[in-house]
């Protein structure tokens, strides 16, 4: 296979997908673009396949009979699935890790003794598969505490618990119960971190790697940082949280010791690792390990990119050496989710949405949960519906770009939150 003319499937129906697809497709390297299953709004740029991403033989034979290159996975689901296993058995090629380095996302209480094994900073924890041991030890344990079902749950098997009685009902309806089903059969109590937020991610292959812009999500549903965890309402890259020297700390602390830690225990981690930190007075810690690119984050961090991002993903996915250097374009993005008022909790769906024809210069709306209609109308199909992307010299104008395009879209539960970057704007 040469490098051009290039064949990719993005697999997924997300925003991260939506910009994964986007930024594909301008590579001169590409020939086309495809998305499985993708969204109401992808299939006006793109030709999109109904399958699930949970259904590798489906994944395969889609491959297989479009003869695609490189098929890029988006979400946890299927590479913890081994999605990236079967397609390289068939012998096509995939960005992601394979389910085994997907484990670092797919079972928290897995990441959380691989960082104690290699002197990873993190909260201190227990893991329990036993309600009575879990039980046992809360009453050890000061709060705040923090308890999380292990395995995968779309950001919302962490429960903060501020007193024993809430803690002591959180594993229960995880271990004894069915909240969270599976994946909480196995919890990880850990200590409660204080400090801001920071999302780190890096392509990687093996033990080379690159560092993308730091950025920061905002989990809250609510302005001011204010009630139920979502999937994130909105974020913005760089930040300033972050300096140049911190992030080379980072990857002698963290990155480093991981990449090479898997490699000394039989995993060459390929693909994506989102590295979510918490910047407390004692220094950073590891919240946790994603093996995908973050979604919201994607749709800021992946339009900085000033060099071509396929030949570093089909490195990646070859588990070739990476370049020692990229280029980020000089300029900030942020982007702002447009929700349905109720998520992440219960929220209407199929409701209609009207969109600008036309963008302004340094404005993307992206597409999350969105879908036709039987009668071929874009309608809400999700908690999270859009993502108004504005980049800038400046994030103040990413910010107004955002923000112009969140005023122009119209649905008739649509909410947003208008602080995206307050921590940013507020820094010295
Ligand atoms: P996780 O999926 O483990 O990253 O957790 C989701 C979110 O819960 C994080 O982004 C934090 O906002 C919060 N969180 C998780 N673990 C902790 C902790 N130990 N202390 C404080 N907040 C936490
Ligand atoms: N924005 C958080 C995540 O993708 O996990």
Redesign the pocket.
């Known amino acids: 296979m040469t490098d051009d003319n290039l064949r990719i499937l993005v697999l997924g129906s997300g925003g991260r997908e939506h910009t994964l697809a986007k930024i594909c497709s301008q590579s001169p390297l590409v020939e086309k673009v495809a998305v499985a299953p993708g969204n109401g709004g992808m299939v006006a740029e793109f030709e999109t396949f109904p399958i699930g991403v949970e259904d590798n033989e489906a994944i395969i034979g889609l491959a297989k009979e479009e003869g695609f290159d490189l098929v890029v996975v988006g979400p946890e689901v299927p590479l913890c699935n081994g999605a990236v296993d079967a397609l390289n058995a068939v012998g096509i090629l995939a960005y992601g890790p394979n389910e085994s380095a997907a484990r670092l996302e797919g079972s928290?209480a897995f990441s959380k003794d691989f960082f104690a094994r290699h002197a990873i900073p993190t909260?201190k924890y227990g893991n329990f598969s036993d309600v009575e041991k879990a039980l046992e030890y809360l009453g050890t344990c000061s709060f705040?505490i923090?308890v999380?079902a292990s395995g995968l749950?779309a950001?919302k098997?962490?429960l903060?618990c501020q007193t024993l009685e809430e803690a002591e009902a959180a594993a229960r309806d995880m271990l004894a119960g069915s909240s969270f089903g599976e994946s909480g059969r196995e919890v990880v109590i850990?200590?409660?971190?204080?400090g801001e937020?920071a999302s780190l991610h890096l392509i990687c292959s093996g033990e080379s790697y690159l560092a993308l812009p730091m950025s920061q999500?905002h989990?809250?549903v609510g302005e001011g940082d204010q009630g139920l965890?979502t999937g994130g309402m909105g974020a913005y890259a760089p930040t300033r949280l972050v300096s140049p020297k911190m992030l080379r700390d980072y990857e002698e602390t963290i990155v480093r010791p991981t990449l090479s830690g898997l490699k000394a225990e039989g995993i060459e981690f390929r693909g994506t690792l989102y590295v979510?930190l918490?910047l407390t007075a004692d220094g950073p810690?590891v919240?946790?390990f994603?093996v995908r690119f973050g979604d919201p984050e994607t749709q800021v961090i992946l339009p900085l990119l000033a060099d071509d991002l396929v030949p570093l993903l089909l490195a990646s996915a070859r588990g070739d050496e990476l370049p020692e250097k990229v280029n980020f374009k000089d300029a900030s993005a942020m982007v702002v989710v447009l929700a349905s008022a109720g998520y992440p909790e219960s929220y209407p769906k199929g409701e209609p949405i009207s969109v600008p024809e036309v963008l302004p210069d340094g404005s993307q709306l992206i597409h999350a949960g969105t879908k036709l209609n039987e009668s071929g109308k874009l309608v809400t199909a999700g908690g999270r519906v859009l993502g108004a992307v504005g980049i800038g010299a400046t994030l103040r104008e990413a910010k107004e770009k955002a923000n112009e395009l969140c005023e122009s879209v119209h649905f008739d539960s649509k909410y947003f939150r208008r602080d995206i970057g307050r921590r940013e704007f507020s820094r010295p």
Do not use: Q, R, S, T
């Not at 850990?190 to 204080?194: A, C, M, T, V």
């Open positions: 928290k909260a705040p923090v999380k749950a950001g098997g962490v903060i850990e200590e409660f971190l204080d937020e999500d989990k809250k965890n979510g918490m810690k919240l946790e994603n």
